[in-house]
C-alpha cells in the first residue's frame, strides 16, 4: 500500500524578542544579565578587558597559554581537586579569547551557580600558575601549533594579516601568536599578563531565569579581590588602504593545491553600515548562495567551497576571501575572484541577492540566539563595542529592512578591489609565471 501525503507548508513566523538586559554595579565591576523565565540552565560569563590585542608585539599567545594554565590548579586545590570541585557541579570552565577579550563561563542548573560562580573566580583571580606546569602548557602550545602550521592555511593567514596591519603591530601578526612566539614565552611573561589584566573587575555576564537568581550575590564573589579599574580601551585604528593591489607568493614547495587569501582592511565592528555590510558581504561571498561560489566552485569548478565577508572587532575590520584551489588553476581562480569582487562594488546587488541574505541572517539570528550561552556571548557583544541595551532587540527587524540601495552603497564603499592583497601559499615555481602574466599586482615572494 502507498501513502501519499502533502508536504505540510511552513507556519506562520513567530516575533522575535531579545530578553530584557538587566545591568548594576556591584563590588567594583559591571552585572550584565539577561532575564530567561522559567530557564532551568544559567550561564555566568566572567569577561575580561585582557583581549589578545593586549599581548606585548613579540609575546603573542600570552592569552592561550595562560587559558590552559587556569585549568591546572588554584592557591587554595591542586589540578586534581579542583576538577573534582568543578565536576561535582556537572560543568566546567570554558574558556573564550578574541582579539578584544578574554572569557571565561560555566553553565549550570539554576541553583548550582553560586558554587560555579566561586569556584571560576577562584581559578581565574588566584590560578596557581607553578612554574612547571606553565612551561609544560606553553610546550604543548607550541607543538600544537607546529602541527597546525604544517598544514596550508596558517602562513598564508598570517603574511595576510601582517601585509593588512602591519607586522610591527599586535593586530598584524596572529591572534594565537605563531610556534615561534609561544615556544619563547618564559613563566614571568605568563605571570606578569595574570597580574595586569585578570586581577581587574572586568563584567559579570549572566543568562538566566533571574527570578532565581541573586545578581549582588554573584557579582560580590566574582569581583572579590579585584582591583585597578578599567583601562584606556583606545578608538578606531585608521589604516590607509594600498593604492594597488599586491600579490604575496608564499612558497609551499611540492603542494598540489594553492591556499588563496584575499582582502583589505575594513571599518570596525561598532561602524554604523555593519547591517548593510553583513549583507553585502553575505551576497558576496557568505553563504552557500553566494556569487562567489557560484562562480568559482558551481562554474568553474575551480574549488569545493570559497568564502568572503566582513570580519570585525572593537578597534579594526578587514574584508576577506579564502579558499583553495588545485594548482593548475590558481591564476584564473584569483583573476575570477577578483572580478567578481569588483563587480558587486561597481553593481551593488540585486533584490533577489538581498532578499535571500536578509531572510538567512534574520532566520539565523532567530534560531542562534536560543540557548543561556548563545545570550550570553550576545550580552557580550553589547559591552564589548558599547552598544544599546535593544540592540539584539532591533537587530532583526534592521537586517529585514535594509534596502537593495543601502547595501549598495555599502559594497560600493566598503569593498576595494583595488587595494587587495593578494595572498598565495602554493608551489611558487608552478605558478608565478602564470600570476604575473595576470597583471594583478606586483609579486612579493615570501619564504620559510
Given at each position: 500500500?502507498?501513502l501519499?501525503?502533502?508536504?505540510?507548508?511552513?507556519?506562520?513566523?513567530?516575533?522575535?524578542?531579545?530578553?530584557?538586559?538587566?545591568?548594576?554595579?556591584?563590588?567594583?565591576?559591571?552585572?550584565?544579565?539577561?532575564?530567561?523565565?522559567?530557564?532551568?540552565?544559567?550561564?555566568?560569563?566572567?569577561?575580561?578587558?585582557?583581549?589578545?590585542?593586549?599581548?606585548?608585539?613579540?609575546?603573542?599567545?600570552?592569552g592561550?597559554?595562560?587559558?590552559?594554565?587556569?585549568?591546572?590548579?588554584?592557591?587554595?586545590?591542586?589540578?586534581?581537586?579542583?576538577?573534582?570541585?568543578?565536576?561535582?557541579?556537572?560543568?566546567?570552565?570554558?574558556?573564550g579569547?578574541?582579539?578584544?577579550?578574554?572569557?571565561v563561563?560555566?553553565?549550570?542548573?539554576?541553583?548550582?551557580?553560586?558554587?560555579?560562580?566561586?569556584?571560576?573566580?577562584?581559578?581565574?583571580?588566584?590560578?596557581?600558575?607553578?612554574p612547571?606546569?606553565?612551561?609544560?602548557?606553553?610546550?604543548?602550545?607550541?607543538?600544537?601549533?607546529?602541527?597546525?602550521?604544517?598544514?596550508?592555511?596558517?602562513?598564508a593567514?598570517a603574511?595576510?594579516?601582517?601585509?593588512?596591519?602591519?607586522?610591527?603591530?599586535?593586530?598584524?601578526?596572529?591572534?594565537?601568536?605563531?610556534?615561534?612566539?609561544v615556544?619563547?614565552?618564559?613563566?614571568?611573561?605568563?605571570?606578569?599578563?595574570?597580574?595586569?589584566?585578570?586581577?581587574?573587575?572586568?563584567?559579570?555576564?549572566?543568562?538566566?531565569d533571574?527570578?532565581?537568581?541573586?545578581?549582588?550575590?554573584?557579582g560580590?564573589?566574582?569581583f572579590?579581590?579585584?582591583?585597578?579599574?578599567?583601562?584606556?580601551?583606545?578608538?578606531?585604528?585608521?589604516?590607509?588602504?594600498?593604492?594597488?593591489r599586491?600579490?604575496?607568493?608564499?612558497?609551499?614547495?611540492?603542494s598540489?593545491?594553492s591556499?588563496?587569501?584575499?582582502?583589505?582592511?575594513?571599518?570596525?565592528?561598532?561602524?554604523?553600515?555593519?547591517?548593510?555590510?553583513?549583507?553585502?558581504?553575505?551576497?558576496?561571498?557568505g553563504?552557500f548562495?553566494?556569487?562567489?561560489?557560484?562562480?568559482?566552485?558551481?562554474?568553474?569548478?575551480?574549488?569545493?567551497?570559497?568564502?568572503?565577508?566582513?570580519?570585525?572587532?572593537?578597534?579594526?575590520?578587514r574584508?576577506?576571501v579564502s579558499?583553495?584551489?588545485?594548482?593548475?588553476?590558481?591564476a584564473?581562480?584569483?583573476v575570477?575572484?577578483?572580478?567578481?569582487?569588483?563587480r558587486?562594488?561597481?553593481?551593488?546587488?540585486?533584490?533577489?541577492?538581498l532578499?535571500?541574505?536578509?531572510?538567512?541572517?534574520?532566520?539565523?539570528?532567530?534560531?542562534?540566539?536560543?540557548?543561556p550561552?548563545?545570550?550570553?556571548?550576545?550580552?557580550?557583544?553589547?559591552?564589548?563595542?558599547?552598544?544599546?541595551?535593544?540592540?539584539?532587540?532591533r537587530?532583526?527587524?534592521?537586517?529585514?529592512?535594509?534596502?537593495?540601495?543601502?547595501?549598495?552603497?555599502?559594497?560600493?564603499?566598503?569593498?576595494?578591489?583595488?587595494?587587495?592583497?593578494?595572498?598565495?601559499?602554493?608551489?611558487?615555481?608552478?605558478?608565478?609565471?602564470?600570476?604575473?602574466?595576470?597583471?594583478?599586482?606586483?609579486?612579493?615572494?615570501?619564504?620559510?
Open positions: 500500500m502507498t501519499i501525503v502533502d508536504r505540510p507548508g511552513p507556519g506562520t513566523s513567530r516575533p522575535y524578542r531579545f530578553p530584557q538586559v538587566v545591568r548594576r554595579t556591584v563590588a567594583g565591576g559591571q552585572v550584565v544579565a539577561a532575564h530567561l523565565p522559567g530557564q532551568n540552565l544559567a550561564v555566568a560569563l566572567l569577561l575580561l578587558d585582557a583581549g589578545a590585542e593586549r599581548e606585548p608585539t613579540g609575546k603573542e599567545g600570552l592561550a597559554v595562560l587559558a590552559k594554565a587556569l585549568e591546572e590548579g588554584t592557591a587554595q586545590r591542586d589540578a586534581t581537586a579542583y576538577a573534582l570541585a568543578i565536576e561535582a557541579l556537572g560543568t566546567e570552565l570554558v574558556t579569547l578574541d582579539w578584544d577579550s578574554f572569557q563561563s560555566v553553565q549550570v542548573p539554576v541553583d548550582r551557580l553560586a558554587a560555579a560562580v566561586e569556584l571560576l573566580a577562584e581559578a581565574v583571580r588566584t590560578p596557581k600558575l607553578d612547571e606546569d606553565v612551561r609544560r602548557v606553553r610546550d604543548d602550545e607550541a607543538t600544537a601549533l607546529r602541527m597546525d602550521w604544517a598544514n596550508p592555511g596558517p602562513r593567514d603574511a595576510l594579516r601582517a601585509d593588512l596591519f602591519g607586522a610591527e603591530n599586535r593586530w598584524g601578526r596572529p591572534m594565537y601568536g605563531d610556534p615561534d612566539s615556544a619563547a614565552l618564559d613563566v614571568e611573561d605568563v605571570t606578569v599578563f595574570h597580574s595586569e589584566w585578570f586581577i581587574r573587575p572586568g563584567t559579570l555576564v549572566v543568562a538566566g533571574l527570578d532565581r537568581i541573586d545578581l549582588d550575590a554573584l560580590a564573589v566574582a572579590a579581590g579585584s582591583g585597578g579599574g578599567s583601562v584606556e580601551r583606545g578608538g578606531p585604528i585608521a589604516v590607509t588602504p594600498r593604492d594597488r599586491r600579490i604575496i607568493l608564499v612558497d609551499r614547495p611540492g598540489v593545491q591556499t588563496l587569501r584575499l582582502g583589505h582592511p575594513a571599518p570596525h565592528r561598532a561602524h554604523p553600515d555593519h547591517v548593510p555590510m553583513t549583507l553585502a558581504g553575505t551576497v558576496l561571498g553563504a548562495t553566494s556569487r562567489l561560489n557560484h562562480l568559482i566552485r558551481e562554474v568553474r569548478g575551480y574549488t569545493y567551497g570559497i568564502r568572503g565577508d566582513f570580519g570585525t572587532s572593537r578597534r579594526f575590520g574584508f576577506a579558499s583553495g584551489v588545485q594548482t593548475a588553476v590558481t584564473p581562480a584569483l575570477e575572484a577578483v572580478g567578481e569582487i569588483t558587486t562594488q561597481e553593481t551593488g546587488v540585486t533584490e533577489d541577492e532578499a535571500v541574505a536578509r531572510s538567512w541572517r534574520a532566520g539565523q539570528l532567530s534560531v542562534e540566539l536560543q540557548s550561552r548563545a545570550i550570553a556571548a550576545a550580552l557580550t557583544t553589547l559591552v564589548v563595542h558599547d552598544l544599546p541595551d535593544d540592540y539584539h532587540a537587530l532583526r527587524e534592521s537586517l529585514l529592512a535594509a534596502e537593495v540601495e543601502q547595501v549598495s552603497a555599502a559594497a560600493a564603499t566598503h569593498l576595494r578591489p583595488g587595494s587587495l592583497t593578494l595572498v598565495v601559499e602554493g608551489d611558487a615555481t608552478l605558478i608565478r609565471d602564470e600570476l604575473a602574466a595576470t597583471g594583478l599586482g606586483d609579486i612579493v615572494d615570501q619564504t620559510g
